[in-house]
């Protein structure tokens, strides 16, 4: 009997209980329950509380802004309640994650598995033995349907003693730890061009290993929109595309979510005021140098310009350079077979200050069209078909003097004049500033990512690395004119002398007819007809110029201005294309590239190689031959599906230009890869090899 008794006392007792323990209500999809920190409460205290959703597996529900499509969960309150609906505050949202509903084009936001979203409960004032909360959790819950569902739910609390519920009070904790904090740096959105650039500064976690992600309070971007995202000293930057042309009336709020290597997600909630990008990248060539502390972007400057001057070193034996150089080596051994030292130094003072020259003045034209675009890439002068018609003729005419079919002034070893030592000082000059026009867009595989940094570096930053790599350049030249014990290393003068300079003639014609097929690729084969003719006119106008009186070398002098600007004029006129050497072979299947199709492709879990190409950019051209279009990596590709991009920067594109800038590249050849599933690139040397990109595959 007294068994019974306590039984039955037990079954009171618990039933009591009951309501401030109730179990969850299924409403179909999710276990819905409210939960609060306290079992037993102080009239007129506030206190937390939560809606807690246990999901069915591969279902989800959605944050305060739902993405492209859903809705959030809300309460609606009961007239049961003896708590008033006033007295409940809004959801602390946690930090959602991104749902791909249709890859590439729908994208949510929210939670799976299991969310609990915190609300402060205010306690009235004469409350007195129990208060009941009762609600109805009202949501949409998704997995390849949406289903609407209802859930009546309840919270009955004792009024008397403030008594904790350690379990579910640690709960609600863990999940208010889980929302945004207040971004304690500083944002601002540039929306000047697209896409817009979300810039931030001032916070901790905005390191180069951490992914980024920007989650919209309203519907302001695109939501299935990559964001790429760059990384500097003081901060980062990202890109988001827009939902519509039209800038927001006011600051874009959201919250960022960083999320470490380890897995680690951190939120910060920021409202990011209309403006210009910061200069995030202050500093970063200390830090990529490994120095810190005062001083230390002095010395990560003088660092950059030391690899810019070691990059000009290099640069005398590429493809690019090499046919302009062998002008000027005519020119050192003809002054050093002349034995006069003073005309040597004389040679090699004047071609250095050609290559300074123009490396400076490339400096300031790249100074002026960042100021004017907000971008600037190397490699400009050979996109403007112009520049490249009057290069191609240039080489033309610099073949036919070393093949000795006219003469531009006597030769230094047979005069010793002033008028000679002008010539040859022009001359020297003059190659100087060819060298370093030709050869700036091929410095890319020794600064592509140095020079991507100095891109955005103030004025004479600038000018410093620029003067840096153009003194490497010039170096080789100039020991050779002051060195004596160098200069004994030239060979002696002798016949094989005008053999050789025949024969640098023929590097010459073959640069002119690259620089042919560029003129192709920007402005059809109309342009390089045209230039053909030039060519031709030019022949015509030396063949005048050898006849005897004024009004033949009247004639001459007309014909060879027609000859340059007649292809000048004409490639300036936009015309069809037929085709770059940026095209690859069939079973590559290669498209064009652009930010969307990539995060369609990743989005769809495909591997993405991306090449950023130009038909002017000869290692491009070289990577192609030695790696790309061998059938080992054909094959490679084609058995991992390896969805292959091409970014052809051969004409200006300022989509293309924007995503070389973001990566922190100067210029052509960039490569980008992004393994099975990743959304950030891996960005992969300047030279490849078959063994390198092969090996992705391997790695993934």
């Known amino acids: 009997m007294i068994r019974i008794l306590c039984s039955l006392l037990a079954a009171i007792v618990l039933g009591a209980a009951a309501p401030a323990l109730a179990a969850p209500v299924d409403g179909g999809h999710a276990r819905v329950e409210l939960i609060a920190e306290r079992t037993s409460v102080l009239p007129g205290e506030t206190i937390q509380a939560a809606l807690e959703m246990d999901l069915d597996p591969d279902w989800h529900v959605y944050w305060r802004n739902a993405g492209d499509a859903g809705l959030p969960p809300k309460l609606v309150h009961r007239d049961t309640s003896n708590i008033p609906a006033g007295a409940i505050g809004d959801f602390i949202w946690p930090i959602p994650q991104l749902l791909p509903v249709v890859d590439g084009e729908i994208m949510d936001y929210g939670y799976s598995d299991q969310v609990i979203l915190p609300f402060s409960l205010m306690i009235p004032a004469a ?27 309840s919270l009955v609390l004792d009024v008397g003693e403030a008594i904790p519920d350690p379990a579910h009070g640690t709960m609600i904790a863990d999940w208010i730890a889980r929302a945004p904090t207040i971004f304690a740096g500083e944002a601002r959105l540039d929306t000047s061009a697209t896409p817009w650039k979300l810039s931030l500064r001032g916070a901790p976690g905005l390191t180069r290993d951490a992914a980024l992600r920007f989650f919209p309070f309203a519907h302001e971007i695109s939501h299935p929109a990559g964001q790429p995202a760059s990384f500097g000293a003081d901060g980062a930057t990202l890109t988001l595309t827009p939902a519509s042309p039209a800038a927001p009336d006011g600051p874009l709020g959201g919250v960022l979510v960083v999320e470490q290597p380890d ?47 070691i990059g000009g070193l290099v640069l005398n034996l590429m493809p690019c350079v090499l046919p302009v150089l062998s ?55 050979l996109q403007n078909a112009p520049t490249v018609a009057i290069l191609a003729l240039i080489m033309f005419v610099t073949g036919l003097w070393l093949m000795g079919l006219f003469e531009l ?74 060195v004596p014990g160098l200069q004994r290393l030239l060979p002696k003068p002798g016949k094989w002398m005008e053999t050789l300079k025949q024969f640098f003639a023929f590097p010459m014609f073959l640069t002119a007819a690259w620089l042919l097929s560029v003129l192709g690729a920007l402005a059809g084969h109309g342009a390089v007809a045209w230039t053909v003719a030039g060519a031709t006119g030019i022949a015509f106008a030396i063949w005048l110029a050898r006849k005897r009186g004024t009004p033949a070398r009247v004639a001459a002098m007309l014909v060879l201005v027609a000859a340059f600007a007649g292809p000048a004029l004409r490639a300036a006129v936009p015309g069809g294309t037929e085709g770059t050497p940026t095209a690859y072979a069939a079973k590559y299947e290669t498209e064009a590239w652009s930010p969307e199709r990539v995060a369609e492709l990743t989005a769809e879990g ?6 950023f190409t130009a038909t002017w950019c000869a290692t491009c051209q070289l990577n192609k031959l030695s790696t790309l279009k061998t059938a080992a990596v054909q094959e490679a590709f084609a058995d991992a599906n390896v969805a292959f991009l091409v970014a052809d920067f051969t004409r200006k594109d300022p989509v293309i230009a924007a995503e070389l800038k973001l990566r922190e590249r100067a210029g052509v050849p960039m490569y980008l890869w992004y393994p099975a599933g990743a959304t950030e690139p891996d960005i992969l040397p300047e030279i490849l090899s078959k063994d390198l990109v092969i090996g992705l595959l391997d790695a993934s």
């Open 127 to 153: 409350a007195s033995g129990t208060i009941r909360l009762d609600v109805v959790a009202d949501y949409l819950i998704c997995q390849d349907i949406c289903v609407p569902e209802y859930a009546d739910v």
């Open 263 to 309: 897995g680690t997600r951190t939120g910060y909630e920021l409202s990011a005021e209309q403006g210009t990008v910061f200069d995030n990248t202050a500093g970063l060539a200390a830090i990529r140098s490994g120095t810190s502390g005062a001083g230390g972007n002095t010395t990560g400057l003088l660092t950059l310009a030391f690899f810019a001057f």
């Open 327 to 381: 002008i000027k080596a005519m020119g050192m051994v003809s002054a050093a077979a002349s034995g006069h030292a003073k005309e040597l130094r004389s040679h090699g003072l004047w071609y250095t200050g050609g290559v300074l020259v123009s490396f400076a003045a490339l400096a300031a034209v790249i100074i002026a069209i960042r100021a004017a675009t907000g971008t600037a890439t190397l490699g400009f002068q």
């Open 409 to 482: 002034g006597s030769s230094i070893q047979n005069t010793g004049s002033n008028l000679a030592s002008r010539n040859g000082a022009a001359g020297a000059f003059f190659t100087g500033i060819l060298a370093a026009v030709v050869g700036a867009p091929c410095v890319g595989p020794f600064l592509g990512v140095a020079l991507g940094a100095v891109m955005t570096q103030p004025a004479p930053a600038v000018f410093v690395v620029f003067l840096a790599m153009g003194f490497g350049l010039a170096l080789p030249f100039l020991l050779l004119s002051f």
């Open 606 to 611: 495909r591997p993405v190689f991306v090449d």
